[in-house]
């Protein structure tokens, strides 16, 4: 049997009772496709700085390092949003991205026909949405020095942050989004702020050159305050984004509310090589955390985008896929995609669902 | 009779239609209510370049800043997209705001109850909106230094971009923010992205500081990424809106974008004291340019927003905006708004009913 080492990052809120149910599905798929998943679970976000005063420990860093994947669940909470910055869930996972390359964010918003009407925008306009928003992840001004608050001549302070890129940052994160493109609808909108910065005009060209290595694929570009406005208004015209990491950032979180049920989707975020780190899109919601009321789909789905992107097993991706298509068509619906006439599951009776599926 | 220098800014495209309109409206107006405008016209955008080479002619900052407020029809066009960046029209527009210290730029987005089926979400979703975005303008990434594209030790090129904030330029536009709230709903959300930046973490120190000042306003934060899912999943959340220079162009875009009707946004600019820069939130449509087929009903808005910010003439800004409703209670359309059983209207017949309401 293939055999691979998982990272479990269960993080805060919601996180472990999702976490729980993509490792029985895992297991499942695992005994019918022959594969041996040896789980490791390490600590993350709140959950670490409770346990260590960290939000990513080095032993968590090390953990991930030495694993095929890392499945995350989702960090964060109330209780932690006063400490100062470096002590952070949030930057905990900045770290992680960092610490394993993840140079490479992909963000599907799909809209799947049995969850249309979850969306807020009319069925005519959503019907069909198909997006992959391609985010770059450790550039930009995430990461960009000099950074800080600083004190001016006249005594004030003020707050710096640098958005730089590299023609080579731009170059990885484009071949990326163009072989993305290749395997999907074939057109490729690259986005930026070319009109104003300077960072976006370099994208810009270098992307446009990139593309010439690429002549399959229709490359357009936009400004970014177009693209929050075309996302509203004619969603089906995107199939493949490309963008830096602040407008990959917002751009992504907009295409996936056009869907209505966050709950639902995954992301990956891709290196130069294993391991790539998965994730649900959603947060970590405490409000409902520990009352089994959670959607552990998007989990599920960040558990076979893994075995798609980074364990090479797209067979069993599918049939993770396919399981969660057919729980949907059962009519079985947790509370944040309930609707009228549907039955509504907690998690693990979503869980148990897919199981049987 | 009250007296007012108004500088026009036709531009370009649908430029000059659509202003010829406000001009018409503003002049029965002034009858109407004794006031008396003296209208100089100036160049800016690609008419400036293809006149004087130049996009912002030193000699149209001087008219402007001679003049009681500037209304602004729209610049642009392919035409001059392939033109060095300090020579394209959007730097004119650039240099115009830094010129007149145009540091608060007001973005309505409302739904108007005759217009509420063009919106590309549920009628239930948008009923009622009624969003203020206020946007800073002359600062952050759009002006901040070090920018440009430079060559790195390695050889390869590198673009950056500074956004910056001191803390008086924060102040200077959250007191606009809360004023501005306080004749609104007195709810005011900021926004930054203050988890992972430190310019946004000033950002919020700051506003949150002020607003000890403004106790009748309630103010709450959110990161921009929320913001942009919160406008598509339930925006009648908002009431006002302020934040930087760049979340503000993406984020007024996109809630002008759930109007589903951007041919009827106005906006206005403001700083310390007039002139005020009053324009449309669309574009300069070349594609339609000269076919009186344009909606200049946005551009007559902006001549009322800059009675009611500028001149303060509110009367005559509600005399101007019933009109406005009248017309569409009489269910004339432009094009771009246009529905079944609506009368499909040119630019210049709007003006005559406009004028006859
Ligand atoms: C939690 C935060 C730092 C993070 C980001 O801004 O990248 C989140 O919004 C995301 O999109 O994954
Ligand atoms: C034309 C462009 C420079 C401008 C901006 O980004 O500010 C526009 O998008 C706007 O919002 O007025």
């Known amino acids: 049997a293939q055999q691979y080492r998982i990272t479990l990052l269960s993080g805060d809120g919601i996180g472990p009772e999702i976490m729980a149910i993509a490792v029985q599905v895992l297991k499942v798929v695992g005994e019918k496709f022959d594969l041996t998943f040896e789980f490791q679970a390490a600590l993350l976000g709140g959950a670490a700085i409770d346990a260590t005063g960290e939000p990513l420990p080095a032993e968590t860093l090390a953990q991930c390092k030495n694993s095929d994947a890392v499945l995350l669940a989702a960090i964060g909470g109330y209780k932690w949003d006063t400490l100062p910055r ?102 490729l909108c690259s986005v930026d702020k070319s009109n104003v910065l300077e960072v976006s005009q370099l994208w810009r060209d270098r992307i446009t050159t990139l593309s010439a290595e ?45 869907t209505g049920s966050i709950g639902m989707l995954p992301s990956a975020s891709l290196g130069a090589s294993n391991p790539g780190l998965y994730e649900p899109v959603h947060g970590s919601a405490p409000d409902i955390a520990g009352q089994d009321k959670a959607n552990p789909l998007a989990q599920v789905l960040s558990a076979a985008m893994m075995l798609r992107y980074g364990l090479n097993q797209p067979t069993a991706a599918d049939y993770i896929e396919q399981a969660v298509l057919t729980v949907l068509d059962q009519d079985y619906r947790t509370g944040d995609i309930m609707s009228e006439g549907k039955t509504l599951f907690g998690c693990q009776a979503i869980g148990d669902a897919l199981i049987k599926a």
Not at 151 to 160: A, H, P, Q
Not at 214 to 240: G, I, K, N
Request: glycine share 10%; charged share 25%; net charge negative.
């Open 214 to 258: 690429y002549p399959d694929v229709e490359l357009s570009h936009m400004y970014v305050d177009a693209a929050a406005m075309q996302l509203v208004r004619q969603p089906t015209q995107f199939d493949t984004i490309v963008t830096s990491n602040l407008f990959g950032d917002i751009l992504s979180d907009a295409a996936a509310m056009l």
């Open 86 to 187: 470096h002590l952070r869930p949030e930057t905990g996972l900045l770290g992680l991205r960092a610490g394993l390359g993840l140079f490479a964010n992909l963000r599907p918003a799909t809209i799947l026909p049995q969850l249309i009407d979850a969306s807020s925008l009319k069925r005519e306009i959503v019907e069909g949405v198909d997006i992959m928003v391609v985010r770059e992840l450790t550039g930009g001004i995430y990461f960009g020095q000099p950074r800080g608050i600083f004190t001016t001549e006249t005594g004030e302070k003020r707050g710096v942050n640098t958005m730089a890129y590299t023609e080579s940052e731009i170059e990885r994160i484009g071949r990326v989004a163009f072989e993305t493109a290749q395997k999907r609808g074939k057109k």
